[in-house]
């Protein structure tokens, strides 16, 4: 019984140091098996896109396949809760948006997952700006000439969004609160559906994405200004809200996001390839077409993760400042 014990001590510190030096031969050999990136909308959305259009370039940077795989439905919460249930190899990623990993949070209690505790934050690697677009009946041509008309008419305005909750009505949100107007909120199934409203003069105007857009070009719908710290690539010419006197950003942004407990050499590793992918002249301009800002700067988990915090209170105070019921 005494060998056998001796034996068993003997065994267990090799055993140890095989497991341990397999995980490392594991971590430094990433990826040898292709990289999942799971979207939490139906495929043809802005997201999907986005993913598809770096697919091929991502790729060539992992050295692996990058599989773009949907998971749609609840918002964004079964992508999300998905990935976080995966096993933390780096082989089952979320492409994480404003929706998953910051409003969803600030407007729901029952989430499955918590943004920060759940994630390790990969990389924000693209700004989606939100552009103001308003009706082509409404007799305003710049922001401040529709803020004038929204403060003289306080109850004759109405804005569109894509659901409760979302990007789209939360940034009318804050740019009610901001500008220090008043307009009722009506909500669609999609933001397909809320464009045609704007087109029929339905509603008076909403936040779309900065894509190129026929109705603009065509002058049947008014885009005023773009909600971001910049002016948007795609639209040059286009004024931010802040130039016009009102610090509203909003963005549906993009970014990646690995199990909590993915290895930091595996984390750096998808970060790398990333970076390599969006330095890409060709892809930028394809990307600004769709309304997305590749993320061209050193990509920064450590950042990304202060910008999910930041995102978080930041939208918990628009819901509570709007009193909006969380549910």
Request: charged share 25%; proline share 5%; aromatic share 6%.
């Given at each position: 019984?005494?060998?056998?014990?001796?034996?068993?001590?003997?065994?267990?510190?090799?055993?140890?140091?095989?497991?341990?030096?397999?995980?490392?031969?594991?971590?430094?050999?990433?990826?040898?098996?292709?990289?999942?990136?799971?979207?939490?909308f139906?495929?043809g959305?802005?997201?999907?896109?986005?993913?598809?259009?770096?697919?091929?370039?991502?790729?060539?940077?992992?050295?692996?396949?990058?599989?773009?795989?949907?998971k749609?439905?609840?918002?964004?919460?079964?992508?999300?809760?998905?990935?976080?249930?995966?096993?933390?190899?780096?082989?089952?990623?979320?492409?994480?948006?404003?929706?998953?990993?910051?409003?969803?949070?600030?407007?729901?209690?029952?989430?499955?997952?918590?943004?920060?505790?759940?994630?390790?934050?990969?990389?924000?690697?693209?700004?989606?700006?939100?552009?103001?677009?308003?009706?082509?009946?409404?007799?305003?041509?710049?922001?401040?000439?529709f803020?004038?008309?929204?403060?003289?008419?306080?109850?004759?305005?109405?804005?569109?969004?894509?659901?409760?909750?979302?990007?789209?009505?939360?940034?009318?949100?804050?740019?009610?609160?901001?500008?220090?107007?008043?307009?009722?909120?009506?909500?669609?199934?999609s933001?397909?559906?809320?464009?045609?409203?704007?087109?029929?003069?339905?509603?008076?105007?909403?936040f779309?994405?900065?894509?190129?857009?026929?109705?603009?070009?065509?002058?049947?719908?008014?885009?005023?200004?773009?909600?971001?710290e910049?002016?948007f690539?795609?639209?040059?010419?286009?004024?931010?809200?802040?130039?016009?006197?009102?610090?509203?950003?909003?963005?549906s942004?993009?970014?990646?996001?690995?199990p909590?407990?993915?290895?930091?050499?595996?984390?750096?590793?998808?970060?790398?390839?990333?970076?390599?992918?969006?330095?890409?002249?060709?892809?930028?301009?394809?990307?600004?077409?769709?309304?997305?800002?590749?993320?061209?700067?050193?990509?920064?988990?450590?950042?990304?993760?202060?910008?999910?915090?930041?995102?978080?209170?930041?939208w918990?105070?628009?819901?509570?400042?709007a009193?909006?019921?969380?549910?």
């Open positions: 019984m005494r060998k056998i014990t001796r034996l068993l001590f003997c065994l267990l510190p090799m055993a140890a140091l095989h497991l341990s030096s397999g995980k490392a031969s594991a971590e430094s050999n990433y990826p040898d098996r292709p990289v999942r990136f799971i979207v939490p139906a495929a959305g802005g997201q999907d896109i986005f993913m598809r259009l770096i697919q091929g370039e991502l790729s060539k940077n992992l050295g692996e396949t990058a599989v773009v795989e949907n749609p439905g609840a918002a964004g919460v079964i992508a999300a809760n998905y990935v976080k249930s995966a096993k933390p190899d780096g082989y089952t990623l979320l492409v994480g948006t404003a929706s998953t990993h910051g409003m969803l949070q600030a407007m729901k209690d029952d989430i499955p997952y918590d943004a920060q505790k759940d994630f390790a934050p990969v990389a924000l690697i693209a700004d989606v700006p939100l552009v103001l677009d308003v009706s082509a009946d409404v007799k305003a041509n710049n922001t401040k000439e803020v004038e008309l929204l403060r003289q008419n306080p109850e004759k305005y109405t804005y569109a969004s894509s659901g409760t909750g979302g990007p789209l009505h939360l940034a009318g949100e804050l740019f009610k609160k901001v500008a220090d107007v008043q307009a009722m909120h009506v909500p669609y199934k933001s397909g559906q809320a464009q045609q409203e704007l087109l029929a003069g339905r509603v008076s105007f909403f779309n994405i900065a894509a190129e857009s026929p109705y603009v070009a065509a002058g049947t719908v008014k885009r005023l200004g773009v909600a971001s910049d002016r690539a795609g639209s040059p010419d286009l004024r931010t809200l802040k130039e016009a006197g009102y610090d509203v950003v909003a963005s942004w993009s970014g990646i996001f690995a909590a407990g993915t290895p930091d050499v595996v984390v750096a590793k998808i970060r790398a390839a990333l970076e390599n992918t969006l330095q890409d002249p060709e892809l930028e301009k394809r990307l600004i077409k769709i309304g997305f800002v590749p993320n061209k700067e050193k990509l920064d988990s450590e950042k990304f993760g202060t910008f999910v915090a930041y995102e978080l209170k930041k918990r105070q628009v819901v509570d400042d009193h909006i019921e969380r549910n």
